[in-house]
């Protein structure tokens, strides 16, 4: 069983910073890939950000010069970094990651909860 649990969002005015967090645990061999997506009303979910072993880190075009993903592997553990933030920025954000937690065989994708990040004056 592995669960992947967000943290990090909240309330910010037009220009502001956040940092969303998210970690997984429970029975992991390894994590290929390690990403965040997020979801506003009335549109479809989105990828943000992605870090996976052997590619490069991929943005956005909206995010691109503002957000960063990074990690932290002996934790099970990455970041989004979000600076400049605008309204259009506001949605629910989503980690996501696809794990392996036998040695042998493919991965498989797991979500977070999701997490409210709102963009406001």
């Known amino acids: 069983q592995v669960e992947l649990v967000e943290s990090g969002g909240g309330l910010v005015q037009p220009g502001g910073s956040l940092r969303l967090s998210c970690a997984a645990s429970?029975?992991?061999?390894?994590?290929?890939?390690m990403a965040w997506y997020r979801q506003a009303p009335g549109k479809q979910r989105e990828l943000v950000a992605k870090?996976?072993?052997?590619?490069?880190?991929n943005y956005a075009d909206s995010v691109k010069g503002r957000f960063t993903i990074s990690t932290d592997n002996a934790k099970n553990t990455w970041y989004l970094q979000m600076n400049s933030l605008q309204p259009e920025d506001t949605a629910l954000y989503y980690c996501?990651?696809?794990?392996?937690?036998?040695?042998w065989g493919w991965g498989d994708e797991y979500w977070g909860q999701g997490t409210q990040v709102t963009v406001s004056s």
């Open positions: 429970g029975s992991i061999y390894s994590i290929n890939a």
């Open positions: 870090i996976a072993v052997g590619v490069p880190t």
């Open positions: 996501n990651a696809d794990i392996k937690i036998r040695s």
